[in-house]
């Protein structure tokens, strides 16, 4: 049985740095995709990041340049380095992983129960 454990979110100044983390447990194998969507109050839940196992990384525009992804592929365990916050990137922070490498979805295999992320002055 699979699960998903994030840590990490709290309240942060308006340009504070957060970084969250993600381990799957309970798990035998590899996730080829992992990542990080957030969701707002009223809006829809977005892809923020993610990474493949080989590496290869993608991000939503609106956090490029501050946040960078990434993972350790032995512990299943995948980070979210969040710098330079703004107030607009205040929600809750889910991560997942699949067995596939597939970007755009959120039909994903496991996910994790929320972090909140709250940026305000």
């Known amino acids: 049985q699979v699960q998903l454990v994030e840590s990490g979110g709290g309240l942060v100044q308006p340009g504070g740095s957060l970084r969250l983390s993600c381990a799957a447990s309970?798990?035998?194998?590899?996730?080829?995709?992992m990542g990080w969507y957030r969701q707002a109050p009223g809006k829809e839940r977005e892809l923020v990041a993610a990474?493949?196992?080989?590496?290869?990384?993608r991000y939503v525009d609106s956090v490029k340049g501050r946040f960078t992804i990434s993972r350790e592929n032995a512990k299943n365990t995948v980070y979210l380095q969040m710098n330079s916050l703004k107030p607009e990137d205040t929600a809750v922070y889910y991560c997942?992983?699949?067995?596939?490498?597939?970007?755009?979805?959120?039909?994903?295999?496991?996910w994790g129960q929320g972090t909140q992320v709250t940026v305000s002055s």
């Open positions: 997942y992983a699949d067995r596939a490498w597939v970007v755009a979805a959120t039909p994903r295999a496991y």
């Open positions: 990474i493949r196992s080989g590496g290869t990384k």
């Open positions: 309970g798990s035998s194998g590899s996730f080829n995709g």
